[in-house]
T-cell receptor, first 115, second 115 residues
Framework: NAGVTQTPKFRVLKTGQSMTLLCAQD?????MYWYRQDPGMGLRLIHY???????AKGEVPDGYNVSRLKKQNFLLGLESAAPSQTSVYFC??????????????FGPGTRLTVT | RKEVEQDPGPFNVPEGATVAFNCTYS??????FFWYRQDCRKEPKLLMS???SGNEDGRFTAQLNRASQYISLLIRDSKLSDSATYLC????????????????FGKGTHLIIQP
């Protein structure tokens, strides 16, 4: 049971390049999330998904697109990278449990630098 | 705007001492509360959920004060391994799966346990 995995772990992009970050979870979780973490800013939600085939915007969605074609995978795309997107990106997932507290499980993160 | 406020620290504490952190949140509709721990350059991991009646897990005690909109974390007999950043996390979604808002993270309190 690998939990939540992210690919790649590190990446350096030039301004204007595109890339896709892959998140995979083997826990059969319904919900998946993409966050970014910047120094002094804490974790901020980019996009999330409540199930296969559905996505929604979070707090900071501009410049990113996502897709959830399979329940276990959640992809984050940068179509035209900008230096402001230099950050650490975390994927997370959790069960859908109505009326109860829950735990989000995080992947190890992807460190992206845009020059 | 939802906000979660924490003292960023660092808190420098001698080994064996007791240390307490507070966190305030602005959204009175918040439903679920958590403390996450994040080690340097690692992903956040759930330390404990915070229940209305307060809860304890070994050396860790969490309290919730809904009237004053703050939560606290108490660490007794601190260990060197407790050195980390502690994230206060609040969910305002009535669907505890995260729903429309996901989780709102504080920026974290940095704790350093000194030998």
């Amino acid at each position: 049971n690998a939990g939540v995995t992210q690919t790649p772990k590190f990446r350096v992009l030039k301004t204007g390049q595109s890339m896709t970050l892959l998140c995979a979870q083997d826990m059969n979780h319904e919900y998946m999330y993409w966050y970014r973490q910047d120094p002094g800013m804490g974790l901020r939600l980019i996009h999330y998904s409540v199930g296969e085939g559905t996505t929604a915007k979070g707090e900071v969605p501009d410049g990113y697109n996502v897709s959830r074609l399979k329940k276990q995978n959640f992809l984050l795309g940068l179509e035209s990278a900008a230096p402001s997107q230099t950050s650490v990106y975390f994927c997370a997932s959790n069960y859908r449990i109505a009326g109860s507290s829950y735990e989000q499980y995080f992947g190890p993160g992807t460190r992206l630098t845009v020059t | 705007r939802k906000e979660v406020e924490q003292d960023p620290g660092p808190f420098n504490v001698p080994e064996g001492a007791t240390v307490a952190f507070n966190c305030t949140y602005s959204n009175s509709a918040s439903q679920s509360f958590f403390w996450y721990r994040q080690d340097c350059r690692k992903e956040p991991k759930l330390l404990m959920s915070v229940y209305s009646s307060g809860n304890e897990d070994g050396r860790f005690t969490a309290q919730l004060n809904r009237a004053s909109q703050y939560i606290s974390l108490l660490i007794r007999d601190s260990k060197l391994s407790d050195s980390a950043t502690y994230l206060c996390v609040v969910s305002s979604s009535v669907d505890s799966g995260g729903g429309a808002d996901g989780l709102t993270f504080g920026k974290g309190t940095h704790l350093i346990i000194q030998p």
